[in-house]
């Protein structure tokens, strides 16, 4: 009995981890001054107890900063200027420009393994669990992010700046700072318009 009833309490950390849960935002803009590489390295930290089948750990990390946010926004203009020849300089110049939104990006990306058990959407779902791992991170430790997407995630040129093979999958591109704005709360759905519950209260 002892042993049961201490299996069902919950721990003391619990409210803590759901607070953050509910409290962590997208946020997207953040000053320039960059984190400390501690910081970075306990996000990435983070990514790496995702659970992903099989052990295959799919996930790779590319933590771009600096000038580095340059090269990777030229990559984005030229898979932009091939995706849309006809693109004005101005709509380039703003595709290029992305990157310097933030002091650090973090671009996840999935390998997806050869083991033939491995199913190719199971490791990029599991390049997702790393994501929100590394979002709950950052906000953790006091960080602003913001998980993005966008054609450049789908472009080989921007698989080819990270070193990735065309059969690499981007999770997306992590924006890290320290906020600049609060964020306002999002409209959300509650679970409960979302849930059905089947089976539940049957006797086993």
Known sequence: MAVELERRAPKPEAQRLLELIRSRRSVGKVAQDPPPRELIEQVLEA??????????????????AGSARERLGEAMAAAESRAHPDSPQAALDRVRAKPLRAP??????VQPSDDPRALEIEEVEAGAAAVQNMLLAAHAL??????????????DEVKA???LDTSAHIIGFIYLGYAAITPPDPPRRAAAELTQWLGWGEKA
């Not at 992903?52 to 996930?59: F, G, I, K, M, Y």
């Not at 650090?104 to 990306?109: D, E, K, L, R, W």
């Open 47 to 64: 990514a790496v107890t995702a659970p992903n089948h099989h052990l295959t750990q799919p996930w790779r990390f590319f933590v771009i």
């Open 142 to 155: 006091g960080l602003a992010a913001m998980w993005r997407t966008g054609d450049a995630a789908y472009a």
């Open 104 to 109: 650090v990006i973090i671009a996840v990306a």
């Open 161 to 163: 700046f990270l070193g």
